[in-house]
Structure formats: C-alpha cells, structure tokens
C-alpha cells in the first residue's frame, strides 16, 4: 500500500512539474525567456487591416523595427508612458517607414517616407508627433498612400497572446 501511495504522489509531481515547465517555455516574462515578448496584433486603420509587432516596454520600443527586413510593421504603446511626445529615430533601418500617430482611437498625424540611414545620409532622421499621443504605428512607406490613410480615421487593435 506505502508503495503504490508513493508511486501515485511521484506521478502526480512529474505530471504537475511537467505542466509547469510547459508553462515556463509559453511565458515570455519569466527567466528563461530574458528577450521581450513582441505580442503580434491586428490592427485596423482606417478601410486597412495590418500585422503588427507590439512594442509596450522601452526595450521593445528602443529594438523597434531595427536590423528587420523589409514589410514588417510594429505599433509602440505610450499609454502606461508620462512622455506623450515621445522622440523615434532610424537607427540600423533597413527601409523607409510611415509613421502613423494616434490619440483617442483617431489618426492626429502622418508622417510619410521617412528615409532610413544611407550612405550618402548616414545620420538616422529623428521624427516626433506635433502633439500628445497614446500609439504610433510605423509601416513600411506607402502604406498609407496605398490604402487612403487620413488624419481623423479610425483605430483599433486586438492583442494576441504570445506564442
């Protein structure tokens, strides 16, 4: 009887231990997952629907879209933020973006084109909002040409959980 109690309880343990590890490798916030989660989103702008990297923490913000390749998208989250001016810049680009500003759910400003570092300009443009705002979201330029973006559309996102 001592035996089978003991087998029972050490089943039970390999089987929690082994929900708990699962468990671990699922969280991007614990230990062994020390790089920032970037939370995929869809985010409706305007009549578009885009794919988006989330950037909440200042690590996240401060990787941004560096070293990535060409087409990805990513929105930056200031809401938790005092500074609602935050200041972007084009370090280690690897293309041109439009910067799409929100406050309120609305579109406040477009920034279209902004060149990533060249040779010719080595020096990463600097960009920032005219005003107070909640999100930015960047996309690779002509974006918002492409699908009629304007200042006073519509914004929403939906965040997805971490894969």
């Not at 995929?40 to 988006?52: C, E, F, L």
């Not at 200042?58 to 879209?65: C, D, K, N, P």
């Not at 309120?104 to 600097?126: A, C, F, Y």
Request: aromatic share 10%; glycine share 4%.
């Amino acid at each position: 009887m001592y035996k089978k109690i003991l087998l029972i309880l050490a089943v039970i343990l390999v089987i929690t231990a082994g929900l708990f590890a699962k468990k671990l490798a699922r969280d991007p916030h614990t230990a062994n997952n020390p790089t920032p989660c970037s939370f995929p989103v869809r985010i409706t702008v305007g009549n578009a629907s885009v794919d988006a990297l989330y950037g909440a923490t200042q690590a996240e913000r401060e990787q941004g879209l560096s070293r990535k390749t060409s087409g990805e998208s990513m929105l930056f989250d200031f809401r938790n933020e005092s500074n609602k001016r935050p200041t972007f810049w084009m370090k280690d680009m690897n293309y041109n973006l439009d910067a799409i500003w929100i406050d309120k759910e609305k579109i406040v400003q477009i920034d279209r084109d902004i060149p990533k570092p060249s040779g010719t300009s080595p020096t990463p443009t600097i960009f920032r909002p005219t005003m107070d705002i909640e999100f930015i979201l960047e996309v690779p330029a002509g974006f918002a040409e492409k699908y009629s973006i304007k200042v006073g559309d519509n914004f929403s996102f939906k965040k997805n959980i971490c894969n």
